[in-house]
């Protein structure tokens, strides 16, 4: 999508969305002052609060208050119990807390801009492939508008994220001008039932390097096979095309949270069903993520016996020391079976995949971290080749170490190194061969 437009439709979603907010005010003059609602007891910004901006108030217009819009305050961020060392990438992970907390009524705006430069070089083992030198800039710029009705206690809240790309190669999963689209109906802090588009809660975590939409994340890449993407639990995850999403949310305390999530719609030419529960366990020092799924496309072809069925379950467990250290360890089984249009099971596109890695941040000084990580990946497929005496197998190793400097509050640079293997055995007569990544990134981020 062009900038201008990306402009243009903020612009009208804000406009509309401000209207219908001032005409829900007006019949409901029973609504609680939101400034007498406690914030969560920490915030994301807590190591510098002096830098949150002040809340403008309400400007009354023949007696009919028009609701704020205002940037997200950090009281929007819950933290009841620690996310993660300030800066690191737990931090920047909500463990399935409700948020945006926003008890009042109004329109909050936030989002972020990145950008990338970066290299990368691919030595490929394959005979009759090319290897690969590339350079790589590239950028993202999000706009998050979530428009909220809150009488302190229960909510309705909607949130769109418009998004503008600059020559991201490595695409986001299928549209590239909105990620979030959703509303969501609850009570603060204790259930919430929410519809539209959107990730779920995340089980895997990864840290401060293999980012989504980068070159490192792909990895070890090939031109006639695909090297195994980690597995997370995250058949159901994404944010596929055409594809609706419904959860149910609970939080029966400040430590323990719940979510049922679901997929159904359409994905390339199948129709989708899938449910994906979650549990977090979280005392702020010690964390435990929980989650399965499992995820059915039959063919929408009158008489067609095709489809898949994938399924797959896994964890994590990471603890957070004070202000200094953070580490996690991550696992994950998934399974695909595949069947053709005749109803014949199909042996080839049939597999089980196996994920695990570490990872581990800590602070140097003040404002400067370092990471790292390390994640390996195992695909089979069902199909036994006798020539061979063995299945289709593919491994991919994936690791990365990373430097970050909060520059000011808000703005952070982060360069990133990482190293990448996949080794390849096809069958039908392939070659066995091995593929070699080495990358390095360096990107500016600003939060907003």
Known sequence: MRPYRTV?????????????????????????????????????????????????????????PIPLIELLPPSAFPEPVTRGIPDGSLAGTFHGLQWPYYPKTGI?????????????????????????????????VLLRVTPTYSNGEYFVQGQAELVANKDQSTRQPDVADTD?????????????????????????????????????????????????????VTYAFNRPASVGQAAVHLYPTEWLRFELGSQFGNEFGSNTL??????????????VKLGAEYKKLTDQKE????????????GSFQVVLGKYLEAGVNAA???????AQDGTYDEKGSNDVYSAGIFANARIVDRLLVGGGFNY??????????????????????????????????????????????????????????????SGRVRLLYLF
Do not use: C
């Open 8 to 64: 243009g439709l903020a612009s009208l979603l804000v406009i509309a969305l401000t209207s219908a907010a001032w005409a829900q005010d007006a019949d409901d003059s029973d609504e609680k002052d939101a400034a007498s609602e406690p914030a969560p007891t920490k915030t994301a910004a807590a190591d510098d609060p002096a830098t949150a901006p002040p809340a403008p108030p309400a400007v009354e217009t023949t007696g009919r």
């Open 108 to 140: 909050g705006v936030s989002g972020y801009a990145w950008v990338d430069s970066g290299y990368e070089t691919i030595k490929r083992g394959a005979q009759n492939q090319q290897d690969i030198d590339y350079w790589l800039q590239q950028g993202r």
């Open 180 to 232: 979030d689209l959703w509303i969501k109906v609850g009570k603060w802090n204790l259930w919430d039932i929410q519809l539209g588009r959107y990730e779920g809660w995340e089980v895997y975590h990864f840290g401060m390097g293999l980012d989504l939409n980068t070159l490192e994340r792909q990895g070890a890449s090939d031109e006639a096979f695909s090297a195994p993407a980690i597995y997370g």
């Open 274 to 287: 899938a449910t994906r529960p979650v549990v977090v366990f979280d005392i702020g020092k010690v964390k």
């Open 303 to 314: 008489g067609s016996k095709g489809l898949t069925r994938s399924m797959g379950g896994g």
């Open 333 to 339: 089984r998934g399974i695909q079976d595949r069947f």
């Open 377 to 438: 990946t195992y695909l089979e497929d069902q199909h036994f080749d006798t020539a061979l005496m063995r299945n289709e197998k593919f491994n991919h190793v994936q690791t990365f170490g990373a430097l970050q400097y909060r520059i000011v509050q808000s703005l952070y640079a982060k360069a990133v190194v990482a190293w990448a293997n996949a080794d390849f055995a096809p069958n039908f007569g392939g070659e066995v061969f091995e593929n070699d990544m080495f």
